[in-house]
């Protein structure tokens, strides 16, 4: 059978309550009803207010939803990891409304992030045994979870539950973002540079342990830097992990730039002002050595506007011919 098996950053896929309500009358005279709505919020065993950095996070834009929306209808693969998802009933809710149910099997477990953006799967095909290693830590600092969002891992099946076919490892590592308000930016972005590595090592650790070379498995998500750097060598280099995404073709060209990329392998564009473009591959699928002879296609769902078509990472996927 052949399967596509892809990653997408849903760029915060949220679900929040903004407390703006709407009241429509119906009424024979067509009279217009104002009303004010007054939220009391008194008992807090009954609510929370999600907020970052000291702000109500609102709900994702709902043209950035639809434009996610299409992207992914239009890719219909089997198996599609998600990240920056706020959680599962978001996930439910956008599969049920947004996609019209085309993923029948669907995960999502809590992960560290402050901002409540998780790691999950949509599936085609049915699902087995789900893994969260979101308490993983390393021994460097054995006192802090390592993964910032969670490290999971779903038992892909097949068809009528009698193998597993492969096996999904989804995460997001940690970002390249510092505040703007941190005394020492250089010192801040060292660290996250620090901890991106200590997860892959991590990654690593895992896969060592849990998989034999023999066994179908991927590794994907938003990795946050290239397959080449360093910070990422923890699972990119010794483990005969193959890259899937080497050579990809596109949906269609990538928009015009001065300077244009370099190769058609990169998933995020960063603009600084005043300087060139910078085209990388965060996005990434690396497959287990009895997987990677099984690909027949790699493929990246191109944006058709710079700042991307919502969401600031291009989607990709392979097929596999299992």
């Known amino acids: 059978m052949t399967i596509s098996v892809g990653t997408f950053n849903l760029n915060n896929l949220f679900s929040r309550y903004n407390f703006l309500g709407e009241v429509q009358a119906h009424r024979e005279d067509d009279t217009t009803v104002d009303a004010t709505v007054e939220y009391v919020f008194t008992d807090t065993d009954t609510y929370r207010l999600r907020t970052y950095e000291g702000r109500l996070v609102n709900a994702k834009d709902k043209r950035a939803t639809e434009a996610i929306r299409d992207r992914i209808m239009r890719m219909d693969l089997d198996v599609l990891a998600v990240q920056e998802v706020e959680d599962i009933d978001t996930l439910n809710e ?185 085209y990388q591959l965060f996005d990434h699928i690396w497959l287990s050595p009895s997987l990677a002879g099984k690909q027949r296609g790699a493929m990246i769902n191109r944006r058709s506007k710079h700042g991307g078509d919502g969401s600031d990472h291009d989607p990709a996927w392979v097929v596999l011919d299992l």
Not at 101 to 121: A, C, H, M, S, T
Not at 253 to 274: I, M, V
Request: proline share 8%; charged share 30%.
């Open 94 to 278: 956008f599969n049920k409304v947004n996609l019209a149910d085309k993923y029948p099997y669907r995960v999502l477990i809590e992960g560290n992030d402050p901002r409540l953006i998780d790691v999950g799967l949509l599936s085609k095909l049915p699902l087995g045994a789900v893994t969260s290693h979101q308490k993983a830590r390393h021994r460097d600092q054995p006192d802090e979870d390592v993964f910032g969002r969670d490290l999971i891992e779903i038992e892909v099946l097949s068809a009528d539950r009698s193998q597993v076919l492969l096996t999904v490892l989804n995460t997001h590592l940690k970002s390249h973002y510092v505040p703007f308000n941190v005394a020492d930016p250089v010192a801040e972005s060292r660290r996250a540079d620090e901890r991106r590595a200590r997860q892959a090592a991590v990654i690593a650790e895992v896969i060592g342990k849990r998989f034999a070379e023999d066994q179908h498995f991927v590794l994907m998500g938003d990795m946050n830097d290239p397959p080449e750097s360093a910070f990422l060598s923890g699972f990119a280099v010794g483990l005969g992990l193959v890259n899937g995404l080497a050579s990809p073709e596109e949906t269609r060209p990538a928009k015009p730039d001065a300077p244009p990329p370099t190769s058609k392998s990169w998933t995020h564009r960063f603009k600084e002002a005043g300087r060139p473009a910078e």
